[in-house]
């Protein structure tokens, strides 16, 4: 007779298809959280280091409160007034430099990288775009064309030009001039597109490059990359959709590692704490072309209640000192990584920012040998011992450390006792 596991997974298959992907090789039952734990249908409990999403902890209460007062109340879209709506816009442009003025919402991330697209592409009269060369910025079909990550880059449209992912651990440069030599490349992709007749639009990358391997931009990539796009008559499109609201600790969104403004910047996952918002902040005088041409209405974006989550989100990042947090327990993670380096030699790489790392484990340090297959038994081991991680990067043998902002010292040292554990447990 069959298990109520298996029952599920069947009923799973059967309904949703082949489309929907599960995690793990044993892929978890999970019927709640609270805080950075999740906790199966037997009751067991497992240490959430991956979800971004719920940004300030899972259900959390404040959150969950601001969602159910608003939805006692009313909820409605953006064509009426409504004061909930306009206080989050005035709180969220807030956090910005003052040129980027005005937020436009919608409910995902994929929306909000679409929009930006839009907008960059009436603004300036282009429709080629620049990507990094294994990026990931939404599931429209408009992101799935500038996906790299999704696409084999010989498959991607016309209108769309890749560079070279700036990494600094195995990429072509590595010194103190990475960031310039890596921006240079953008010149040859905007060489491309006018080969084929395109003119550009936008650069949109991730300030903090989850898919190409958790890289933190090398000094000056950013600024220089933005000068270099302007100069050709395109907009810089900040993707903050993972690093933003503080997750970085030495600062709120991923783009102010270097001393520049974007034109676009877009938002969502964390926006909410799992509740569908997402938002594009932007130079106002941009949207003079997209206004004129058809405008932007979105049935669900913005509504008060998305915007009470919202909200809310801000209040316990500020009350709680979230920023912070990150700041100072992604350090202690980051020292403690390092500690288990002196003690595996399959640690060949540890890096990223705030609660927002990577460990890229290696065959041969000396070589830097991608460790594909031992990333993915330890990512399983983990999950069977109560830790839930991730793989990501161009080898896929990186393990994604993106835990809920509200991670403690404590659940960072017990974290890294079953890495030490599963480390010394797994061999090929």
């Known amino acids: 007779m069959a298990s109520d596991f298996e029952n599920l997974l069947t009923r799973r298959q059967k309904l949703l298809g082949t489309t929907y992907q599960l995690f793990y090789d044993d892929p978890v039952h999970i019927v709640r959280g609270e805080g950075v734990w999740l906790y199966d249908a037997s009751g067991r409990k497992y240490l959430d280091m991956y979800n971004n999403v719920p940004h300030v902890g899972h259900c959390h209460p404040h959150v969950v409160d601001a969602i159910c007062e608003q939805a006692r109340t009313l909820n409605t879209h953006t064509r009426y007034l409504h004061e909930n709506i306009l206080d989050y816009a005035e709180r969220l442009v807030d956090k910005f430099p003052a040129a980027l003025d005005t937020a436009i919402f919608c409910c995902t991330g994929s929306e909000a990288s679409e929009l930006a697209l839009r907008i960059a592409r009436t603004a300036t009269g282009g429709t080629g775009?620049?990507?990094t060369d294994f990026a990931y910025h939404g599931n429209s079909q408009a992101c799935d064309d500038i996906d790299s990550e999704e696409n084999r880059l010989d498959a991607l449209p016309d209108h769309v030009a890749t560079v070279p992912t700036p990494d600094c651990y195995r990429g072509e440069h590595r010194g103190e001039d990475a960031g310039e030599r890596y921006a240079e490349y953008i010149r040859d992709a905007l060489e491309l597109l006018d080969s084929?007749?395109?003119?550009?639009?936008a650069f949109i990358v991730d300030t903090i490059m989850s898919s190409g391997g958790v890289m933190v931009p090398p000094p000056a990539y950013l600024s220089t990359a933005a000068a270099i796009v302007r100069e050709a008559g395109a907009l810089f499109i900040a993707d903050e959709v993972q690093p933003g609201f503080g997750r970085m600790g030495k600062h709120f969104w991923g783009f102010e590692v270097d001393e520049f403004v974007p034109d676009i910047v877009t938002l969502g996952k964390p926006m909410g704490n799992g509740h569908p918002i997402a938002g594009v902040v932007v130079r106002r005088e941009l949207l003079a072309g997209l206004a004129k041409s058809s405008g932007y209405f979105n049935t669900f974006g913005g509504?008060?209640?998305?915007?009470?989550?919202?909200?809310a989100v801000l209040d316990v990042i500020e009350d709680e000192g979230l920023q912070q947090n990150a700041l100072e327990v992604g350090q202690h993670l980051v020292d403690g990584l390092w500690k288990l380096a002196e003690k595996h030699e399959c640690i060949g790489d540890v890096r990223g920012t705030g609660l927002f790392l990577g460990l890229e484990l290696v065959s041969d340090r000396e070589r830097r040998t991608p460790a594909i297959e031992l990333t993915s038994m330890v990512v399983n081991d983990l999950r069977n011992r109560g830790v839930?991680?991730?793989?990501?990067?161009?080898?896929?043998?990186?393990?994604?450390?993106?835990?809920?902002?509200?991670l403690s010292r404590d659940d960072a040292d017990y974290m890294l006792g079953i890495l030490d554990e599963s480390l010394g447990h797994v061999t090929l």
């Not at 084929?196 to 639009?201: D, E, F, L, N, Q």
């Not at 509504?303 to 909200?311: E, K, Q, T």
């Open 129 to 131: 775009v620049i990507v």
């Open 196 to 201: 084929r007749g395109i003119k550009p639009a």
């Open 303 to 311: 509504n008060p209640v998305s915007c009470a989550a919202a909200s």
């Open 388 to 406: 839930l991680t991730g793989t990501t990067g161009t080898h896929d043998n990186l393990v994604k450390l993106r835990s809920p902002m509200v």
